[in-house]
């Protein structure tokens, strides 16, 4: 499919415990010279073989850009993946990953740090880049295109930052843009259609926020937006739930499983959206929450975990097998880590995780390949690197 999202975005917080940024806070710390792995000729480190974590899966890790950590975020057809790594000197720079030719630096837009997240089957590349090199705090973010061996800015709102999350087959790409000059919070985020160099604001649910993370051919958009505040004297209750965007409708609210909130985040298209979603009790979006299926005329429905109190999916292809992740059981009745997982005929698939005792898949192509995270060494320990991997499920 076209592309996954950050890492970590305002109510989630699934990727903590593997220390992963987005591009709100982009920072890695720079990997110790003793886990740089480098080719001689370019100072990567090549794709490693890994043991297939069951008969139907097996695994690969995409190396990096010379650092010690990378994450993959969107796969195409051809085998293209795109993502982040750290580099020698520790910046984070977008990658495109082929086959053939292992994970090439797509550079910024003029700053230090970029992400990839979406690219659609002509090789085009969405993401965010720092656009100056300085240090400190705030640096602006934009939201790029990347075709032609260039990345282009596509800009905001007018505010300071934007992002971009999916690409399709004819170059519409959605994301998010602050909206106000000068603010560096959630407040004033609005989701963004980018289409023949303009830049469109979908609007709200009737709250102060959106984003777009996904959409399709044939132009309908998903994400998340604020639905009106409850207000109760000088209290103010925001709450987010999952939308559906068509150009003659506008704004559809897809609501939840039972409880407070949700997000969507993959789109086919045959109208199938795939998401996270706040059960009855549960404890926010990532916490208590589980992954869902929502259909024209069947509404939502919840995909369920590996055993564990949580679970989020991230990506549906043409046949509905959906990608994301699910918290593991354990005895005391609390998650015991999350794995990848690939939900296909609505049964969950553990694609497992590289040496270590997490994943996460963020994207997956219409023949079998799923990309994403995993740690590879230490069993949770602090050291642990955490690598691009692709799955293939035979």
Known sequence: MRGGTP????????????????????????????????TAAAGVSPPVPLAADSAQVVAAEL?????????????????????????????????????????????????????????NERGQVVGASTTSP???????????????????????????????????????????????????HAIGVHAVLWRDGRIRDLGTLGGAESRAYGLNDR??????????????????SRTTHAF????????????????????????????????????????????????FLWAPGRGMRDLGTLGGPSSLARAIDAAGDVAGAADLERESG??????????????????????????RAFALDESGLVVGISQVGGDGAPATAVRAVLWRIR
């Not at 977008?94 to 030719?101: D, P």
């Not at 409708?249 to 998401?275: F, H, P």
């Not at 005929?345 to 005792?357: E, Q």
């Open 334 to 359: 609390r998650g015991a880590g999350f794995h990848a997982v690939l939900w296909r005929d609505g049964r969950p698939i553990d694609l497992g995780a590289v040496a270590g005792s997490e994943s």
């Open 219 to 236: 132009g309908e958009i998903v994400g998340a937006a604020e639905i009106e505040p409850l207000r109760r004297g000088r209290l103010v």
């Open 244 to 291: 559906l965007w068509v150009a003659a409708r506008g704004m559809r609210d897809l609501g939840t499983l039972g409880g407070r909130e949700s997000r969507a985040y993959g789109i086919n298209d045959r109208g199938q959206v795939v998401g996270s979603s706040d059960i009855t009790g549960g404890a926010g979006v990532g916490s208590g929450s589980h992954a």
């Open 7 to 38: 890492a970590a975005l305002r109510g989630l917080a699934l990727l903590g415990a593997l220390g992963l940024s987005h591009p709100g806070t982009p920072s890695l710390s720079p990997p110790p010279a003793a886990t740089e792995r480098a």
């Open 134 to 184: 300085g240090r400190e705090e705030p640096v602006a973010v934009h939201a790029f295109l990347w075709k032609d061996g260039r990345m282009h800015d596509l800009g905001t709102l007018g505010g300071r930052d934007s992002h971009a999350y999916a690409i399709d087959e004819r170059g519409n790409v959605v994301g998010d843009s602050y909206v106000e000059p000068g603010r560096l």
């Open 63 to 119: 190396g990096t850009l010379g650092g010690r950590d990378s994450q993959a975020y969107g796969v195409n057809s051809r085998g293209e993946v795109v993502g982040t790594s750290a580099t020698a000197s520790g910046e984070l720079h977008a990658f495109l990953w082929t086959r053939g030719n292992g994970m090439r630096d797509l550079g910024t837009l003029g700053g230090r740090q970029s992400w990839a997240y979406g690219v």
